[in-house]
């Protein structure tokens, strides 16, 4: 039971509604699509599944990868993580980033040949493709001696990962169609995205400036990283609503922007924060403050 229990902590399931936001919205952009392709709902659920997987791979590759670099030890003020804790083995936690990584690759496969069929074989090659990139992704984000999160890159990964792939690639699996406008609404779950990672990078500044991982934080320093923060929600909310006028929604439907009073809130906290323990707290707010968002936009265009 306890192990259960580790192995489910390891998961990080506060970060999974945050995961499935992309998914949600680029299904949401192309509903039109829907009627023409008697297979979106089954396209939905594997693109969901692939998603939570790639999720939870990153959260164990994340835990692999510090718990074996030293960088969780005692001067760490977040959760205490499952390497840490010793409740799991660096041997099993690289076992469970292993499995975790074939279920991604077979998910996505499944999810490539629903959408795709046999009849497009350079546009599966390329998605299956970028399902690789998406599990080294994954992966290589603190994995290994050239781990990007060590270097300041984590916050580009995951705006690409989490936002462009997300929803441009959702969108594209209906309806096997490119519309530029789309981008907005990828720029907004993807900047959101990297909030989570801000606060989180936020809050273990000094420890990780200690132990020579240097993320966009470390680099900026923690005015520079609140700065970074307040553009990078508020672009998000700009970019959304850009894509709301383009789909010419009426103005009672611009009822999802109320997801964006926690999201207010959490600013002004981020601003007069100087505890950085006290951040923690914050991630689980923009994660569901974004998933909030991403249902309320998708019910605003579908309706």
């Keep these: ?3 259960i229990k580790a192995w489910v902590s390891a998961a990080r399931l506060r970060t999974l509604p945050l995961s499935v936001s992309g998914i949600i919205v680029g299904s949401a952009c192309a509903y039109p699509y829907f009627a023409a392709n008697p297979s979106f709902l089954s396209i939905f ?5 692939t998603t939570l997987l790639l999720q939870i791979l990153s959260n164990f590759a994340n835990d692999y990868g510090d718990g074996v670099k030293g960088t969780d030890n005692e001067t760490r003020i977040g959760p205490q993580r499952a390497l840490q804790s010793g409740l799991i083995s ?6 469970g980033v292993i499995v975790t990584s074939l279920l991604s690759l077979i998910s996505a496969l499944i999810l490539i040949y629903i959408s795709f069929g046999k009849d497009n074989f350079f546009t ?8 690789i990139a998406c599990v080294a992704a994954a992966i290589k984000y603190t994995v290994g001696s050239g781990a990007y999160g060590y270097k300041g890159l984590g916050d580009l990964f995951v705006f690409i990962f989490f936002g462009l792939v997300s929803v441009i690639g959702c969108f594209y699996l209906y309806g096997m169609h490119f519309d530029l406008w789309v981008v907005l609404p990828a720029i907004a779950i993807g900047n959101l995205s990297i909030a989570v990672l801000n606060i989180n990078n936020m809050r273990d500044l000094e420890s990780d400036k200690l132990v020579g991982k240097n993320t966009l934080a470390v680099k900026l320093g923690r005015q520079g990283a609140k700065q970074y923060h307040y553009f990078i929600v508020l672009f998000a909310l700009i970019a959304i609503i850009v894509y709301g006028i383009h ?19 959490h600013l002004v906290f981020v601003k007069k924060n100087i505890e950085p323990r006290e951040l ?8 569901l403050s974004t998933f909030l968002l991403s249902v309320l936009f998708s019910i605003a265009l579908v309706l």
Excluded: H, R, T
Excluded at 45 to 49: C, E, M, N, R
């Design 1 to 3: 039971m306890i192990k």
């Design 45 to 49: 659920s594997f693109a969901i599944l």
């Design 90 to 95: 660096p041997k099993e936690m690289k076992q």
């Design 124 to 131: 599966s090659l390329f998605f299956f493709v970028l399902g």
């Design 247 to 265: 789909a010419n929604l009426a103005i009672y439907k611009y009822f999802f922007i109320i997801a964006y009073i926690p999201l207010l809130k």
């Design 280 to 287: 923690d707290s914050q991630m689980k707010i923009v994660a």
